[in-house]
């Protein structure tokens, strides 16, 4: 990942490479371009890696940026004192097709699908902001220590931040994983943007059902042109566990922890981005990860919804209705706002109620008339852990009289992606609420173990 | 409280109280009613008591509940062999006043509002749900050992489950308390359900700012009248807290892990219900918890916003504008309901975007043309723990371009009480912005602790 922003860059040369005062002079005088292995030497210290170009944005100028053994980033503080040494020059790669260059027959085959995000981004530098850019060829070439774990066939899907992905895009890249899955691949990685990543696998889960092969997204937190970028560890885990891990569902893999000692694979379904900026920001919600992958080993955790079988015969169903959508309410909450969605055509509407799955009585009677124009109701909780029990409290009570559907412990996100599916996939509204209510690939327990639950950090 | 719940029954008799088959028998036999002590001997373990009714829902017929000496309840499975001894009768509270009947002058004065929930609940027999229904009377009535820790003052406000309560209630609590304080009380507590109790605590800190002693937002997982209430236990810690902590600003006052060993306060605007059904569903988010209590030992884990003055003059701002929405983004979201909005009157609109704080492309014209109507924009992010960041990304770029504030580490219910206080209480939309922007009672800060994430149970 990192290599690959060398090799774009190293065409621009050191001095438009992000690098200025004294670490551009000490640089310059050691004589080494952008890709270049480098020693630098401070007081009893001594870092090699890879030189790498600064970012754009939040660079600190007295820091120089390497590529180090473990894949990883570096960022070393340099004063005036130390040395910098070229001790290798830049290779670099050549992209020539889709495939491996050389195929190393004793591998299993892995398709790689880029569709865009931090994982294959870098920064724009008339903006300032980090772009979806890289292809799924560079991401092969950006971590060349995937050549050692699998055969890879790289493809770009498409090009797109994850908050722009829709259920057409869904559609289309729960095709293109099916057509990838019958060339006979041991299985699937999807680069994602991390936004909606946790969307999109629950999606494909639904679309694709009674997997053979299991389907690994993978996104990364820090774009990979900066320091400590987690994309190569996640690309490699997500590697490893499409080519090997005994299961075949659609997972999640992710840092497990914010240094980079473990990754966990997720159930697609049960897993939500928690944290906006740190790398174990994903997290298994209402029950445990399926898998923790460490360094080459993996370890299954809790068991996957099938074993991985080549001869299982995948089912497509890879049809979304667009008209759903998704309400969380809150104090004063205006039934107009339900209202709108009848009027505007809408089929499905996923409620984040409030605690054991409530609304303000201001809206009671919207979703009452709602229901009874055929509007699909379902009931999650905005608390996120925990399930939702309308049998408790008169409120709840009421909202099944209505006919709303209690969604046990699914996550809103979840129930979305599966209403959405759920509409796309039968005709009367019967059958819907029947699926809508039925446990399909995991999605939902009628029993979460209590133990699943957050402690914070500093308690 | 489960000592009222007894009150209230005691007058229907043993066979109403939700027991039947061998525990009714046991019970007959030994002629104890509800609200007496009973001693349970079952081979060599022996359990004493209050003796509780039954709630009807859930009830497993072969369990007995008694009151325990910590004041929370105990199911106890009883065999055939066991014998019951009534060894105490039940002592008839007798209401009168407000106050308590006989005041300790060496005791601070708490004022104890109660505005309905859990804390405030029983079973309603008819539709077999939790109602709002015990005044603030009854609570200091069941809860006796109130008597040691403060003079309590307590007045029924509302009788509401907590999804009802809506802007208004807030500024009649906001009015009451600061009538309260007015008074010379040590500290005011606050019964509330604990769906929005977040929320009304958040908007109480915009309300009433400059405060000059405490006042605590309480509530209880579990209904007054079945076994294991965390409600006796909670209420204690939150007066104790109004009446000796050396803080003064408004807390939330619950569980602080799921056994009954110790609450936290928390910081009101800080603080979100993350769990359905755990006594320890509250959390504080991107922050630690202010206190943690433990027996009658109060431990600062954070230093408050002020400390306690009674001399400090109130600041009562109690107003709050209606016309103000959450607006969770997901896939697909279609911007005609954000121009619903707009065409609606609506002045301001929070969003929880996804991430560092994205939406869909979708929207971003509606959002455009919402701004150019004057409507105030706000930015949160759906994944809860973090910080929104739209410097990093392209949408973010255009967002910030548009005139969506990011909210920085804000809670978006935060975000949306605060929105609603800001433009009940400003003129000019560029004053509603500054002070959106401005950290006015600790509801975000400018650097969030990193650690203050969490761990999920079982990793």
Not at 202 to 211: C, G, T, V
Not at 337 to 345: M, P
Not at 370 to 376: D, K
Not at 403 to 432: F, H, Q, Y
């Amino acid at each position: 990942m990192q290599v690959i922003a060398c090799r774009v860059r190293i065409q621009v040369g050191l001095e438009e490479s992000g690098y200025c005062g004294l670490v551009l002079e000490k640089l310059t005088t050691s004589g080494a371009s952008i890709g270049d292995t480098i020693e630098i030497r401070q007081g009893d210290a001594v870092y090699s890696g890879i030189l790498m170009p600064r970012s754009q944005i939040g660079s600190d100028p007295a820091h120089v940026v390497i590529k180090i053994g473990s894949g990883y980033n570096l960022g070393v503080r340099l004063n005036a004192t130390c040395t910098i040494r070229r001790i290798g020059k830049s290779k670099r790669t050549q992209p020539s097709s889709e495939s491996a260059d050389s195929a190393d027959e004793s591998l299993p085959s892995v398709a790689i699908l880029s569709t865009g995000g931090t994982i294959a981004s870098k920064v724009d530098y008339q903006t300032g902001a980090v772009n979806p850019a890289l292809s799924a060829r560079d991401l092969y070439d950006a971590v060349p220590e995937l050549r050692h774990h699998a055969n890879i066939r790289a493809k770009v899907l498409l090009s797109k931040l994850s908050e722009n992905i829709s259920s057409d895009d869904w559609t289309r890249i729960a095709r293109r994983i099916a057509a990838e899955i019958k060339t006979g691949v041991e299985g699937v990685v999807v680069a994602h943007g991390t936004d909606t990543l946790g969307l999109t696998a629950a999606a494909l889960s639904f679309a694709l059902q009674n997997l053979p092969v299991p389907v690994v997204l993978v996104g990364s937190q820090r774009s990979s042109d900066r320091p400590s970028s987690d994309a190569a560890m996640n690309l490699i885990g997500a590697t490893d566990l499409a080519a090997r891990a005994d299961a075949a569902e659609v997972m999640v893999v992710m840092h497990g922890e914010t240094g980079d000692s473990y990754l966990y694979a997720h159930r697609a379904t049960r897993v939500r981005k928690l944290h906006t900026s740190r790398r174990d920001a994903f997290k298994s919600v209402n029950t445990k990860p399926l898998f923790m992958v460490q360094g080459v080993s993996i370890t299954e955790l809790s068991p996957p919804l099938h074993r991985r079988l080549k001869e299982r015969k995948l089912v497509l169903r890879p049809r979304f209705e667009e008209k759903v959508a998704l309400l969380k309410t809150y104090p004063g909450m205006d039934g107009r706002l339900i209202d709108h969605l009848v009027d505007d055509g809408y089929k499905g509407l996923v409620l984040e109620g409030t605690g054991l799955g409530h609304t303000p009585e201001g809206i009671i009677s919207s979703l009452k008339r709602a229901s009874e124009a055929g509007m699909l109701l379902a009931m999650t909780s905005q608390c996120i852990f925990g399930r939702v029990d309308m049998n408790v409290y008169r409120t709840g009570v009421e909202l099944l009289d209505i006919g709303v559907i209690p969604c046990e412990d699914m996550l809103s996100e979840t129930a979305l992606v599966k209403m959405m599916w759920v509409l796309g996939n039968t005709r009367s509204l019967e059958a819907a609420r029947d699926n809508l209510q039925s446990p399909l690939v995991g999605e939902f327990e009628m029993r979460s173990e209590y133990s699943d639950y957050p402690s914070i950090g500093g308690e």
